[in-house]
Structure formats: structure tokens, C-alpha cells
T-cell receptor, first 112, second 108 residues
Framework: EAQVTQNPRYLITVTGKKLTVTCSQNMNHEYMSWYRQDPGLGLRQIYYSMNVEVTDKGDVPEGYKVSRKEKRNFPLILESPSPNQTSLYFC???????????FGPGTRLLVL | GQNIDQPTEMTATEGAIVQINCTYQTSGFNGLFWYQQHAGEAPTFLSYNVLDGLEEKGRFSSFLSRSKGYSYLLLKELQMKDSASYLCVQTGANNLFFGTGTRLTVIP
């Protein structure tokens, strides 16, 4: 089954404790992206990657890191999480950036 | 962002027709998507317009006017399960810009 998976689905952590949210797709897509969704603000792009070892900042990259060492995986790293990073995070992939995005199920993060 | 503007909330009756409008900045335009998102779930693809005109797909249709920076999503024969948020999404060269979404409530 073609899908995008994210782990964990839910996470509660404390300020400053490094965490990684994994994202994996099995569709051989070149383009992958991370978004955060907050009430009243909609989906905002954090980082995107057009291919292996190619990553670019989106609208709200501060406080986040990504890597794209393999085509299927695109982890999101919060080196020192802060409460303002409490949000719902979605990973997505597509063949190319302009094409239909396939979203993962989302990760709810609470930073205390 | 690309200043995508769509109404925050709409309410419509089961069986009726509803039109959700979206305006966007025309600079850097490459295409326009509509996604549906039920509460707490991931967005799912509904439609894509890159040329002017109407694209019809069952009960859902989407219209685009590139010169006016305007699109709408038309939902016919509304069902209760259509209660969701509808996201207008503009594509740039390599990334996407999401509107804040229109929360549609379908009432009996």
C-alpha cells in the first residue's frame, strides 16, 4: 500500500530535550516536505527536499533541522524544543514539488 | 506566503450546493490545489487546476481564473460527511502555500 508514515504519532516532551520525528514514504517520490498546522494559521511549510541531499527552508524553518540521506526518509529534528513548537506536524511527499502531495497521518507534539 | 484568502467558516444544508471561494497572488503562480481535511486527520487531494476553466470530478468541481487570481470549489448534493475544512493551495516553483482553510459545516 502506497503511504507516508510518521512516528511517533503523539509526543509530550520538555523544553530543551532533543527529539526526532521520522517520516518515510514507499512511493519513490523525489519531493518531501514538513508542515506544521496551528489554529487560525493553516499549514505552514517548515522545510522541503527536492531529492537526496537537497533540502531548502520553507516559511518557518527556525528551530528545526532536516536531513535527506535516503530517498524514502526525511526526519524532522528539534535540537532544543520550546513551547512555541507545540503543534500538529505533517510530513508529505510527491513526485515533484508542484504535484499532488500525499500526507502522513500527523504527529501531535506538546512541549512543556 | 502568497496571501491566499478564503472564508473562515461556511454552513450549508444537506443536499444543497455550496461554493467556497479563494483568491491568491498571481505572481509566481504555477497551479492551484484544493484539499479536504477532516478534523484531526491529514489533508487529502480533491482537485488541481493549472489552466483557466472548470474541472469536474463527481460531486466536486473546481474553477480557476488565472488573470483574476481566483478559484472556487463547488460541492453539489452535500452530504453530512462533507463537513470538513477545505484548503486552497497555491503552488510556487518548488513549494506550496496553503490558505488557512474554510471550515464547512453541513446541517440536516
Amino acid at each position: 500500500e502506497a503511504q507516508v508514515t510518521q512516528n511517533p504519532r503523539y509526543l509530550i516532551t520538555v523544553t530543551g530535550k532533543k527529539l526526532t520525528v521520522t517520516c518515510s514514504q514507499n512511493m519513490n517520490h523525489e519531493y518531501m516536505s514538513w508542515y506544521r498546522q496551528d489554529p487560525g494559521l493553516g499549514l505552514r511549510q517548515i522545510y522541503y527536499s527536492m531529492n537526496v541531499e537537497v533540502t531548502d527552508k520553507g516559511d518557518v524553518p527556525e528551530g528545526y533541522k532536516v536531513s535527506r540521506k535516503e530517498k524514502r526518509n526525511f526526519p524532522l529534528i528539534l535540537e532544543s524544543p520550546s513551547p512555541n513548537q507545540t503543534s500538529l506536524y505533517f510530513c508529505a511527499s510527491s513526485r515533484q514539488g508542484r504535484e499532488t502531495q500525499y500526507f502522513g497521518p500527523g504527529t501531535r507534539l506538546l512541549v512543556l | 506566503g502568497q496571501n491566499i484568502d478564503q472564508p473562515t467558516e461556511m454552513t450549508a444544508t444537506e443536499g444543497a450546493i455550496v461554493q467556497i471561494n479563494c483568491t491568491y497572488q498571481t505572481s509566481g503562480f504555477n497551479g492551484l490545489f484544493w484539499y479536504q481535511q477532516h478534523a484531526g486527520e491529514a489533508p487529502t487531494f480533491l482537485s488541481y487546476n493549472v489552466l483557466d476553466g472548470l474541472e469536474e470530478k463527481g460531486r466536486f468541481s473546481s474553477f480557476l481564473s488565472r488573470s483574476k487570481g481566483y478559484s472556487y470549489l463547488l460541492l453539489k448534493e452535500l452530504q453530512m460527511k462533507d463537513s470538513a475544512s477545505y484548503l486552497c493551495v497555491q503552488t510556487g516553483a518548488n513549494n506550496l502555500f496553503f490558505g488557512t482553510g474554510t471550515r464547512l459545516t453541513v446541517i440536516p
